[in-house]
């Protein structure tokens, strides 16, 4: 190995392309062109890391350097898969004591419709920062927080975009988000220090557009005042009915809470919390310890409350999740991709590959603004902020680390122009999820998801001026 010679520069960029052209075929022209489903992104990988492996072999590489390659990649990936089967439990858990419905209950009640827009804002954030899921939070909270918004005839298209850039900001910074592990973990960064990374830019960004959201109360204010509704009643009686209520419920998100403060071991913590959870399940709620086990293994089921019949559909989109499979897809696509980067780090694929792109652009602002970008047209072509992680990740890190950028500015690049640019992009999956489910038109919304194009600007405007962005101190 040490007397292998590097293949030329068409050699080692052969594999990417050919990842490349699967995307485009796979995930952008079957869809959009032929109207057939989109090959599975995990797919996609593993034939991408079959061929960069037949072309290693081809080039003369042993198969044990290959496979020494790939299990040094995933040796340093595994602590984060074990985060994510974390995760999984802890949501599960955490549904099941019933501190995520409370503050759902109590969420809800928080609406007021005077203030719609501003709310519409707030609200996501909590329960996206707690629940790990913009998606989610989107789909249930977002659905009723629309509706109210219809009933007193605001404007849908503020509330969207509002709705949209709260659940996005919660999800960045919450440490149970599948996206911002996964950004942690492609860009080998701490998952607390990336979430304070985040804060630099996430948060001004929020300030401003909360700001805004409040003025535009005032500007197109509804026309009714009235925000008691049908759907908001029912919701609450449903989540009332299968849970009980007490403060004692607030003990696992503290826990979470002082774990991030005084910079714990996150895998201890987060089963610290989902064992204090699973305990409070058993003291208060009315499920049996089978049914605490049964939502570890594959989740809370709503049909373990046996005892009301009918809930309502957002009752369980809500609460129907969590688990150690919760997130199997984001682990075996991690996986995947782990596989496929440590086999083209045999031939040092993506640094080639960043090196002569952009190997003529020296300042650090530079680097930083050029890694942003880079996120903006992978998450843009793949449709995937998970593969947009690893691949901008792999590409730049040893660049950032030749330049003396702390990594951290490197994960927060990824999400500032990756999971925050999905909704403005009409034909991301993220946006055509968004418009169904919420029934407001992109082009209704995109110009008030505030957030995000606020983000858009002061994530570059940052790096120019070089504030918050680590210049002086080493990666890592």
């Not at 340093?76 to 999984?88: D, N």
């Not at 909590?126 to 927080?145: A, C, P, Q």
């Not at 990740?393 to 990824?414: E, M, Q, T, W």
Request: aromatic content about 12%.
């Amino acid at each position: 190995m040490n007397n292998k010679k590097q293949p030329s520069f068409i050699i080692t960029i052969i594999p990417i392309i050919f990842l490349g052209m699967l995307i485009i075929y796979g995930m952008l022209l079957r869809p959009k062109v032929f109207h057939q489903p989109a090959f599975p992104l995990e797919v996609v990988f593993m034939l991408a890391a079959f061929f960069a492996i037949a072309e290693l072999l081809v080039l003369g590489y042993e198969w044990t350097d290959i496979q020494k390659s790939i299990i040094k990649k995933l040796s340093k990936g595994f602590p984060a898969i074990l985060i994510l089967f974390a995760i999984g439990v802890i949501i599960g858990t955490w549904i099941i004591s019933g501190t995520i419905p409370m503050l759902i209950h109590f969420g809800i009640n928080l609406i007021n419709p005077s203030y719609i827009y501003f709310l519409a804002f707030i609200i996501p954030i909590i329960f996206s920062t707690l629940t790990g899921t913009s998606w989610g939070s989107i789909g249930t909270i977002g659905v009723v927080i629309i509706g109210v918004a219809a009933v007193i005839d605001a404007n849908l298209g503020i509330t969207a975009g509002a709705i949209v850039g709260g659940a996005f900001f919660g999800d960045k910074l919450s440490p149970l988000s599948d996206t911002t592990n996964i950004a942690a973990m492609a860009t080998e960064v701490d998952l607390y220090d990336h979430i304070k990374s985040m804060m630099i830019t996430t948060l001004p960004s929020a300030i401003i557009a909360a700001i805004i959201y409040f003025i535009l109360g005032f500007i197109y204010p509804p026309s009714f005042l009235s925000g008691e509704t049908q759907q908001v009643s029912i919701t609450l009686s449903a989540i009332s009915s299968i849970f009980n209520f007490n403060i004692w419920l607030l003990i696992p998100p503290l826990i979470v809470l002082i774990g991030s403060i005084k910079k714990m071991a996150t895998l201890p913590t987060l089963l610290t919390s989902s064992l204090s959870a699973a305990t409070l399940a058993l003291i208060f709620q009315p499920y049996t310890s089978t049914d605490i086990m049964a939502t570890i293994n594959k989740g809370f089921n709503t049909k373990m409350a046996f005892w009301v019949h009918d809930l309502p559909d957002n009752i369980s989109i809500l609460f129907n999740r969590g688990g150690l499979y919760e997130l199997n897809e984001a682990i075996i696509f991690s996986i995947m991709v782990f596989i496929f980067i440590g086999t083209i780090d045999l031939i040092n694929a993506m640094p080639s590959i960043v090196n002569k792109t952009f190997g003529q652009i020296k300042s650090k602002s530079s680097i930083i603004i050029s890694s942003l970008f880079a996120t903006a047209f992978t998450n843009g072509i793949t449709s995937n902020q998970s593969a947009t992680s690893f691949i901008i990740g792999d590409a730049f890190g040893k660049r950032y680390d030749d330049s003396n950028i702390s990594r951290k500015v490197l994960s927060r690049s990824i999400e500032d122009y990756g999971t925050m640019f999905e909704s403005l992009v009409p034909w991301h999956a993220t946006a055509i999820f968004l418009t169904t489910t919420l029934g407001v038109a992109y082009s209704e919304y995109w110009n008030w998801q505030l957030l995000s194009l606020i983000n858009l600007v002061v994530a570059p405007t940052l790096a120019i001026l070089g504030k918050g962005c680590y210049y002086k101190k080493n990666s890592q």
